[in-house]
């Protein structure tokens, strides 16, 4: 492909962020170059396979579908002739400490039944009412943040916002997650259960603000989904389009910018390219170290907490455990603990919580027959590598899990393994540290102080992606993107 010496708009990085906010520039008419210095496109939409195995590398959740299809329906394309997924029944399969189970289901009816089963009917009725508060907190709230650039401190008189006021102040906010769901239930497991939604954006559930209680909306209230061909058909599917579209793509090179009087120089291994306007599209800490090398910027947003990062077990296991779903959690014995060690003294917890995901449930082709393909993800401090004692012990501690849990012996049944650590993700996807979600959202003021989608100090510079506002998690990606395309058709 030739690269034109000239382009309306540079993108640096073809995750999903940089995919889509390109399809949004070239439909307004704009020439566009995403540049990214892996040999293919996707980020952490990445994949592994093995002997009839295969595994999504990253990002297992996938909800909101909605706004993938609308990147096709900006082209006037039938969204299910390229890309097709499917709701799930079954949400997420729980396993508490006390030896019991739930399993929380997508049909409301159906759910709101289970809960008076299984935590009785004051318990189950507050769980009831806590998802529609979660959906009125959402409504009123989510759409303003997650659909506009960042407010700050300028904002504050801003009319939406003095409308939200009296919620924005209110005690749901002030508190942590774990105090505002403390409140509402005497049941732990209740309280862990709801807890885990902090999990979403790397945080710590004990710090971040009970504000965040608005996630669980997304996954009761509009359903989880997953796609056919699985999570990395996203990308595919929205690569082809871009390419169909006139976008054009530069793999496997790196890039500096330079600063000028109008635009930028893009300066590649053998070429430059002058941009009128440049928009990061990767972790922003690592835009400012080594794309426009702004030191005092790099450091302003390095030394911000990060989110957690991840140590990912690829397991393909030769036998199917029905009680299995798309997606489990095993939740820690320690559950405060556990994030103390996470954050505050910055290591893996000795027994963590397990999440385990098994696209071959719902996907048959993801594992070969009798098979099943684990994805088994435990929390971990950004910027910190596991060392092969502890390896050892975590999986000593998923086989001692499945055991006690299930009543299954797992530790010969594992025919291939691949690790992901916080090393793995930063040197492969480019994450900071390895932290999945850029910033940690445990400062009650994080929404506000996130980087924003564009800069104070270079013009007509754009960010979008999961280190930036509106947050981590392929939802908020796809808005960031959506947020900078309207900022630059105002401008424009």
Not at 52 to 74: A, M
Not at 405 to 414: A, E, M, T
Request: glycine share 8%; with cysteine.
């Amino acid at each position: 492909m030739t690269i034109q010496a000239k382009y309306d708009a540079v993108v640096i990085g073809a995750g999903l962020g940089g995919i889509a906010v390109s399809l949004r520039l070239k439909k307004m008419g704009l020439s566009v170059l995403v540049i990214e210095k892996n040999p293919r496109h996707g980020g952490k939409l990445e994949e592994w396979e093995w002997e009839g195995y295969r595994w999504d590398r990253g990002p297992s959740l996938f909800t909101l579908p909605e706004q993938v299809d609308e990147l096709f329906e900006l082209y006037g394309k039938n969204p299910r002739d390229f890309f097709q997924y499917k709701r799930i029944d079954n949400c997420c399969h729980y396993y508490f400490n006390d030896g019991t189970d739930f399993l929380f289901r997508a049909d409301e009816e159906v759910r709101n039944e289970d809960f008076i089963k299984h935590f009785y009917e004051r318990e189950g009725q507050a769980a009831i009412n806590y998802l529609k508060k979660a959906e009125k907190t959402y409504n009123a709230i989510g759409g303003l943040f997650i659909d506009n650039p960042k407010y700050g401190f300028k904002n504050i008189f801003d009319k939406a916002l003095l409308k939200r006021y009296p919620l924005l102040m209110s005690k749901m906010v002030r508190g942590s997650l774990n105090d505002l769901n403390s409140d509402q239930f005497e049941n732990p497991n209740l309280v862990q259960l709801f807890d885990r939604y902090a999990t979403y954006n790397g945080s710590d559930p004990f710090r971040t603000s009970g504000l965040y209680s608005m996630i669980s909306h997304l996954e009761s209230n509009n359903g989880t989904f997953f796609p056919n061909k699985g999570m990395r058909s996203i990308a595919d599917s929205l690569y082809d389009l871009a390419v169909e579209q006139g976008v054009d793509f530069c793999f496997k090179q790196t890039a500096t910018v330079e600063q000028l009087k109008k635009g930028y120089q893009v300066n590649l291994k053998e070429q430059s390219i002058i941009a009128n306007r440049l928009v990061s599209a990767i972790d922003c800490v690592n835009f400012y170290k080594h794309v426009i090398k702004d030191e005092r910027l790099e450091k302003k947003y390095g030394a911000k907490e990060r989110s957690s990062s991840a140590i990912i077990f690829y397991w393909a296991v030769d036998k199917v455990i029905p009680e299995l779903q798309l997606h489990n959690i095993f939740f820690s014995p320690s559950y405060q603990k556990e994030y103390h060690s996470l954050f505050r003294i910055r290591e893996t917890h000795a027994t963590p919580s397990v999440y385990v995901h098994v696209s071959s449930v719902v996907n048959s082709g993801d594992a070969p027959e009798g098979g099943q393909n684990w994805f088994i993800m435990i929390n971990a401090p950004a910027d910190v590598k596991p060392g092969e004692e502890q390896l050892k012990k975590l999986r000593q501690l998923i086989y001692k899990l499945f055991q006690e849990k299930l009543g299954v012996d797992v530790s010969q049944s594992v025919r291939y393994e691949k690790i992901w650590d916080a090393d793995g993700i930063a040197e492969e996807t480019g994450a900071y540290g390895g932290a999945l979600y850029g910033a940690s959202s445990n400062a009650k003021l994080a929404a506000i102080t996130r980087h924003g989608n564009t800069s104070k100090k270079y013009k007509n510079l754009y960010f979008v992606g999961g280190t930036v506002h509106p947050g981590g998690g392929l939802p908020l990606v796809l808005k960031s993107s959506k947020i900078v395309a309207n900022i630059i058709k105002k401008e424009k």
